[in-house]
């Protein structure tokens, strides 16, 4: 819920940092929550360009290992990945 408050991620560097990680974390565990919020992550990514780069950094870390873990889940998106 935090990270689609974007005044509040906006606002505060550390909680935006830490917020995305631990959504990229849970997204790892669990194939149906990382179906449920991959259109999160990826407005995230596609808006992290006003944020530090670390995020920016994170997002596609995870993305490679969430591509590996659930490959048929980011396969629609992956022309947002890759485009």
């Known amino acids: 819920a935090i990270c689609q408050q974007r005044a509040m991620l906006a606002s505060h560097p550390t909680l935006r940092s830490v917020a995305v990680l631990a959504l990229c974390k849970l997204m790892a565990i669990d194939g ?4 449920a ?4 992550l990826f407005t995230l990514l596609r808006d992290a360009h006003a944020w530090e780069a670390a995020v920016r950094s994170n997002i596609l870390i995870a993305l490679g290992d969430l591509a590996f873990r659930f490959p048929n889940a980011l396969e629609p998106w992956t022309q947002h990945l890759y485009g």
Request: with cysteine; proline share 0%; aromatic share 12%.
């Open 32 to 35: 149906a929550f990382c179906e």
């Open 37 to 40: 919020h991959l259109q999160l």
